[in-house]
């Protein structure tokens, strides 16, 4: 039986053994795939070792991604520019590639709920590596404009040189969001997961602006909650981007691309 795993510390969290066993039944293939702590110093010799051993590819979660970057003896344009591999497998010729699947997973659950990208407004919160990580899917559905605000504006600056040459970004302060034309907010901070908000201006939020966070959580998450109090009509968390991700990957290992929305409804009903 092929073995899959995800490395990461923590990892008791991770819905990745569920979510590939799900897209492994939808096509009939067996597989195995496990959730591996693993120690902060010993990343590379677990990967080197799961592979030794016959495995057929990784998931890689916090704090190991820029690590498996470096890892990684060939990497897809995308992961090139995230700086960080979240997927891993050997090629036919014993070289361990590296793809980051993240953007192409919060883009495709973008487009399944039918928020289209073409010509519009959109703000990215935070600048720092799930921002980085999705820049390039953004700009590839033509928005108008990507504006990444943060805290400190040299962080932002630097992502807009960065991708400048893939489409129309911008960079600015938390607080010169304030009278933004906003159509859609990305938040890529890690806020909500200590139950925080960033610091956005009350007047960028209006009734039809979409609000995305990429953590979920089954009954919002603060982020989304503040929005919908300042008149936020349509929100979404980040579980469709977390199974989307997950999709591409299993795609990458198994040549086969699951749906995505059976294994949504699933978890949500956890």
């Known amino acids: 039986m092929d073995r899959y795993s995800v490395f990461g510390n923590p990892i008791a969290h991770s819905l990745s053994p569920q979510i590939h066993q799900q897209f492994a039944a939808q096509c009939q293939q067996d597989i195995a795939y496990s959730k591996s702590l693993i120690e902060l110093d010993g990343f590379e010799a677990a990967v080197n070792e799961f592979f030794a051993a016959g495995g057929k590819g990784l998931n890689i979660t916090v704090p190991f991604k ?152 089954n009954q919002g998450t603060p982020f989304m909650h503040w929005c919908q109090q300042q008149g936020a009509r349509e929100l979404l968390d980040g579980l469709g981007m977390l199974v989307g991700q997950a999709a591409e990957s299993f795609a990458i290992w198994r040549t086969f691309r699951p749906a995505v929305q059976p294994v949504i409804d699933e978890l949500r009903r956890l």
């Open 66 to 217: 820029q690590e498996a970057w470096t890892l990684a003896e060939q990497r897809t344009q995308r992961a090139e520019l995230a700086g960080a591999v979240n997927t891993l497998w050997m090629s036919e010729d014993g070289k361990l590639c590296g793809d980051n699947t993240d953007g192409a997973g919060l883009v495709n659950d973008l487009l399944a709920n039918n928020w289209l990208l073409k010509n519009k407004n959109v703000v990215m919160l935070g600048a720092g590596g799930a921002a980085r990580g999705v820049i390039l899917p953004l700009l590839e559905q033509a928005p108008a404009r990507l504006l990444v605000a943060n805290r400190t504006l040299v962080r932002a600056h630097e992502l807009q040189t960065l991708f400048a040459p893939y489409g129309p970004i911008e960079a600015c302060e938390f607080k010169e969001l304030g009278g933004q034309k906003v159509d859609l907010i990305i938040n890529a901070t890690s806020a909500s997961l200590g139950g925080e908000l960033p610091p956005v201006p009350t007047d960028v939020i209006h009734e039809n602006c979409r609000v995305y966070d990429m953590v979920y959580a």
